[in-house]
């Protein structure tokens, strides 16, 4: 996970973006948002994966739980 994701900030940066990557582990409902408050992030961006409907109700929905604790704008990809 570290090495694609430091790979994705190196193409951005490449780009001119200014990029801070950063891996949480444990319950992603609760890590993203401390993350994001931690390093003050003027945005955050999320992969989305494309559950079914039934599991995003059996799993829930991290995004939507995500982006309403999270002060900036997220970006869902």
């Known amino acids: ?7 994705y900030g190196h193409k951005l940066r490449e780009q001119g973006n200014h990029v801070s990557e950063k891996l949480g582990f444990g319950n992603p409902k ?4 401390l993350i994001v408050e931690k ?5 955050l ?3 989305q994966h494309g559950h079914r409907v039934i ?5 829930g929905e991290t995004i ?3 982006r ?8 869902v990809v």
Do not use: F, S
């Open 55 to 59: 599991m995003d109700i059996i799993l």
């Open 39 to 43: 390093i003050n992030a003027d945005l």
């Open 68 to 75: 309403h604790k999270v002060k900036c704008p997220v970006l």
């Open 30 to 33: 609760k890590e993203i948002p």
């Open 64 to 66: 939507a739980e995500v």
């Open 1 to 7: 996970d570290w090495k694609q994701l430091r790979l």
């Open 45 to 47: 961006v999320v992969g």
